[in-house]
């Protein structure tokens, strides 16, 4: 069991300290160290956990400024396009919002999602990929009852794999694409959301736009 440190041990260093790895407010970091006892790694999970409360808050407002950024690949071959929007232009000039748009542009060029969200999986591409999953199932004797949980895992792994708010990140897998902006949203204190991408890679078919 950890030894709780009393509230005046903690530091204006500390404090400083976790500010600078997580760009939260300074009280904010304060509360953190007090609420974990002063671990530096149990107060940034504190502040992820509180920042993406805050990020939900601010989902459902407009965000209709932003920026297009462009990424092309060492080699000339592989490039992707991304829109990425912000409630203010102000937060759209932002260095760190426009390093978030070159790092999912860097993401969609390796990961190679073919859709933006779950919504966007076209009805029929869903359908069939049950049936499919039915099919293995039924194949391996698996019974009946547990059917549509084996199909609903199934249908996590895929989306993981294509839809790209719900891959990993490949930066760090231990995130998802959507926590990633979750918690550019709570440091930057406005909605943020992607609108569209498209990649495009020598030698393949132009690929649908996502929207």
Known sequence: MSKEIPVADISA????????????????CKRALEATNGDLEKAKDWLRQKGMAKAASKAGRTASQGLVHAY??????????????????????????????????????????RWLRREDVPAEILSREK?????????????????????EG?????????????????????????????????????NITISRFARFKVGESLPEEAS
């Open 131 to 151: 049936t499919i999953y039915e099919a293995q199932a039924r194949e391996l004797k698996r019974p009946e009852n547990v059917l549509p949980k084996i199909v």
């Open 13 to 28: 260093d500390k404090v400083k300290q976790l500010r600078e790895a997580t760009g939260a407010g300074m009280m904010d």
């Open 154 to 190: 199934k249908l996590k792994d895929f989306y993981k794999q294509d839809v790209l708010l719900d891959q990993p990140f490949a930066k760090d897998d231990a995130r998802t694409v959507a926590e990633v902006i979750k918690e550019a949203i709570a440091k930057l204190g406005e």
């Open 72 to 113: 092309i690949h060492h080699n000339g071959q592989l490039g992707v396009l991304v829109e990425l929007n912000s409630e203010s232009d102000f937060v759209a000039r932002n260095e760190e919002f426009r390093h978030l748009a070159h790092e999912l542009a860097v993401h969609i060029a390796a990961a190679n999602p």
